[in-house]
């Protein structure tokens, strides 16, 4: 027998607010929940697995409208693997080319710390401040 969750537990254990998850439901997002006698949702672990999808792709920066695509093709079933996989294929594409730029900014942050840390001393508690300069040689 599945075990059912209440909009509040599910909220507790993703992190999402219960607003949210009525919205995802609204828009298609999610699946309609099951409900009990009195109306209240009841989410099952296959929601808890499909919103920790969603999460992460929210995470990756995947917008709305290829979610909803996403999961209008999900609903599908099987047939439509082959149009999933290349939907995430696209996507992570884009997440790798975001990546690159974000560690080419991380470098060139790097670059310009050190270019200061050659300029003034550290202040007290950053990390490097416990490490001891060089001694200019005369």
């Given at each position: 027998?599945?075990?059912?969750?209440?909009?509040?537990q599910?909220?507790?254990?993703?992190?999402?607010?219960?607003?949210?998850?009525?919205?995802?439901?609204?828009?298609?997002?999610?699946?309609?929940?099951?409900?009990?006698?009195?109306?209240?949702?009841?989410?099952?672990?296959?929601?808890?697995?499909?919103?920790?999808?969603?999460?992460?792709?929210?995470?990756?920066?995947?917008p709305?409208?290829?979610?909803?695509?996403?999961?209008?093709?999900?609903?599908?079933?099987?047939?439509?693997?082959?149009?999933?996989?290349?939907?995430?294929?696209?996507?992570?594409?884009?997440?790798?080319?975001?990546?690159?730029?974000?560690?080419?900014?991380?470098?060139?942050?790097?670059?310009?710390?050190?270019?200061?840390?050659?300029?003034?001393p550290?202040?007290?508690?950053?990390?490097?401040?416990?490490?001891?300069?060089?001694?200019?040689?005369r």
């Amino acid at each position: 027998m599945d075990s059912f969750l209440t909009i509040a537990q599910v909220a507790a254990r993703t992190g999402l607010s219960a607003d949210t998850l009525r919205y995802y439901e609204r828009i298609g997002l999610l699946a309609p929940v099951a409900r009990a006698a009195g109306g209240q949702r009841r989410y099952r672990a296959a929601d808890l697995d499909w919103l920790a999808f969603v999460q992460r792709l929210r995470a990756t920066g995947m917008p709305i409208r290829d979610m909803l695509h996403f999961a209008a093709l999900r609903s599908q079933g099987d047939a439509t693997a082959a149009a999933r996989r290349e939907l995430l294929r696209a996507h992570l594409t884009g997440v790798q080319a975001h990546i690159r730029d974000l560690q080419q900014a991380a470098r060139a942050l790097q670059t310009k710390i050190a270019h200061y840390d050659t300029l003034c001393p550290p202040l007290e508690g950053e990390p490097h401040a416990e490490r001891e300069r060089p001694r200019r040689v005369r």
